[in-house]
């Protein structure tokens, strides 16, 4: 049934299942003792997650498209286990990057980022993934195109994406 939804027609279905049940089924190296990633995290348990979580908002144009312009909106810095506590969020007066932790997923992933609009709150783009379990990465980079802009008086340029994205890193 996944392969028929990734790949959506019976005759490819029936050449891709078994490779991936073999993928599926394969393991590289010993299993971890701990056991598997903990997806489920009580807010109460996780204030003592020190990774450090750097997100980015900003506004982007790629007109002309040989020289892609993008100004910053505004930025935020936390722990990982303030924001699975709290959520935490990077705005301007504009447009909000807010990324929020489920506690408990029963149907969705754990980890959510919404783009959306600070004044009405209409969502823009938005993402939901595991839980990311190692620093010094890229967690997430997601983008809407917005209505032109300009961002400040003195400068011309006419702004039509706003884009999020978020690091993690140990402290």
């Known amino acids: 049934m ?3 939804a990734l790949l959506g027609t019976e005759r490819m279905r029936s050449n891709c299942v078994l490779p991936l049940v073999l993928l599926a089924g ?3 190296g010993a299993p971890d003792p701990a056991g598997p990633p903990k997806q489920h995290v009580n807010p109460d348990e996780a204030g003592d997650d020190p990774r ?5 908002l900003g506004y982007e144009t790629l007109d002309p498209p040989a020289i892609p312009s993008m100004e910053e909106a505004a930025t935020l810095t936390t722990t990982m286990g303030d924001m699975i506590s709290n959520g935490a969020t990077a705005a301007d007066s ?3 990057l807010e990324v929020e932790w489920n506690a408990d997923p029963s149907s969705a ?4 980022a919404v783009i959306a ?3 009405d709150f209409h969502t823009l783009a938005y993402l939901l993934q595991p839980a990311p379990q190692t620093s010094g ?3 997430f980079e997601l983008g809407a195109k917005i209505p032109p802009v300009q961002v400040s008086d003195d400068d011309p340029t006419m702004y039509d994406f706003v884009r999020g994205s978020c690091t993690m890193n140990d402290p």
């Open 52 to 56: 450090q979580l750097f997100c980015f």
């Open 2 to 4: 996944l392969a028929q």
């Open 26 to 28: 394969c393991s590289l």
């Open 109 to 112: 992933l754990p980890f959510n």
């Open 94 to 96: 504009r447009y909000a």
């Open 117 to 119: 609009d600070a004044v």
């Open 137 to 139: 990465i890229w967690l």
